[in-house]
């Protein structure tokens, strides 16, 4: 009896222990299915992200050497490739944050060491408001006859160089300015940056630094086309596809040259005028001269005015300085130790541009240096791709997809 109860426990045992031992198995190999599901998994991702950031890394040395920007080529059709190099919007970007680390304005890199404090911005309002307050008292004087003083211009023209604000013209032809009413009208107009217009509009509203981006970004693409496309003159090696010709739009180099002297001698006649208007001996003599005729007088002074200015722009296609408004003692010299060289002017003139205007000929300036199409050259990649794994524990299939991307501005 005792043997068959023996017998008995031992044939339970032996069921219970093959039971465990299969279902250890069974979950080794389980364990071992998930194992090396994860592994398959992982590798795939790992696979597909090593795939992105090889074709992020080759991008083309001789763009990303000459102009600094990161764009990489179409290789793979499957991928997807967005934010095209060609399109202004992705240029403009590039070009900003390439350019944020390089600040060379005052007032950008004042805002970028301040960006925290917020006050700063209504310190530039109130500047934009002061300079146009100054501007308006100086129009004022002169439609009196009455000569702005030299600190007043001095002031201006400090608060016009900080605050990136230009001078604006409006005489096409030596005719128009001879024939030009001082006693109405205005001899200096000032035009606030649509940038800096933006700002006024948006900062009481929210604060953060895409609004400091959005503020710098023509001084910043200002400063990339100086520094990367660069600028000819007579001290300069001349290139058809430089500063000039995102001024001009021109490629002969003849006609470059021709129409940025003639916005440079239009700036420095306005400012020589100025200039020779706050100096009392000279305007006295002119009067005398014409014989105490008012118009004849003003006349006599733009004649005078046209001379000066005409020195001005070979000195400055030369290398050399000058002063952007002239002393009583300055006014009949025609060398000077400082002042604003050509590359000061270039920049000025550069202002003048529609934002949208300079991109477009800074894209043509890279295709014809380098002989590419922007159209090929991009910044950003994804593509999709499944990753399948069948257990072989069990009739069961996993089917997973996974979008794989790269940004070079993350």
């Known amino acids: 009896m005792k043997k068959a109860q023996l017998m008995g426990n031992k044939g339970s045992v032996t069921i219970f ?19 090396e599901y994860f592994f398959q998994y992982n590798h795939f991702i790992r696979e597909n992200y090593l795939s992105v950031q090889n074709q992020m890394k080759r991008f083309d040395n001789n763009l990303f050497d000459r102009y600094g920007i990161l764009g990489f080529e179409m290789q793979n059709k499957l991928m997807n490739y967005e934010n095209s190099l060609s399109d202004n919007t992705v240029l403009k970007e590039s070009i900003v944050k390439l350019m944020k680390h390089r600040v060379i304005n005052d007032v ?8 925290i404090e917020e006050k700063k911005i209504l310190g530039i309002l109130k500047e934009l408001d002061e300079t146009i307050a100054l501007k308006n008292s100086i129009n004022r004087q002169i439609r009196e006859l009455k000569i702005p ?9 400090k608060k016009v160089l900080k605050n990136h604000m230009y001078f604006e013209y409006p005489y096409s032809s030596f005719d128009e300015i001879k024939n030009i009413d001082f006693t109405n009208g205005e001899l200096i107009k000032l035009e606030i ?3 800096i217009k933006k700002v006024r ?39 058809i596809y430089t500063s000039e010709y995102a001024i001009t739009g021109f490629t002969n180099i003849y006609t470059q040259r021709v129409f940025i002297e003639g916005e440079i001698f239009s700036l420095r006649i306005l400012l020589n005028t100025a200039s020779i208007m706050k100096n009392p001996l000279k305007m006295k003599n002119y009067l005398t001269q014409a014989g105490g005729d008012i118009r004849g007088q003003f006349f006599l002074m733009l004649i005078d005015s046209i001379k000066i200015s005409l020195n001005d722009i070979n000195e400055i296609y030369e290398g050399n300085p000058i002063p952007l408004i002239k002393t009583n003692n300055d006014i009949d010299k025609k060398k000077f130790k400082s002042g604003l060289y050509y590359k000061d002017y270039v920049r000025i ?19 014809n240096k380098l002989y590419i199409d922007l159209e090929n050259y991009y910044t950003y990649l994804s593509f999709d791709k499944s990753f399948n794994y069948s257990f072989q524990t069990f009739d069961y299939t996993v089917n997973k997809k996974r979008k794989f991307e790269g940004d070079y501005n993350e």
């Not at 299969?22 to 998930?34: A, F, G, K, P």
């Not at 086309?225 to 003159?233: A, T, W």
């Not at 550069?350 to 000929?361: K, S």
């Open 108 to 115: 950008s890199m004042s805002i970028i060491e301040k960006v």
């Open 193 to 195: 940056d649509e940038y």
């Open 149 to 157: 003083s030299e600190k007043i211009i001095l002031l201006l023209c």
């Open 201 to 239: 509009v948006n900062y009481f509203s929210t604060f953060d630094f895409e609004n400091i981006e959005y503020l710098l970004s023509k001084p910043l693409v200002v400063e990339y086309v100086i520094d990367y496309l660069g600028y000819s003159s007579n001290f300069n090696k001349k290139e």
């Open 17 to 35: 222990m093959t039971i465990f031992i299969s279902m250890l198995i069974i979950l080794i190999v389980l364990l071992n299915d998930i194992g």
């Open 349 to 367: 003139l550069l202002y003048f541009i529609p934002e949208n205007t300079l991109i477009n000929r800074i894209e043509n300036s890279i295709e």
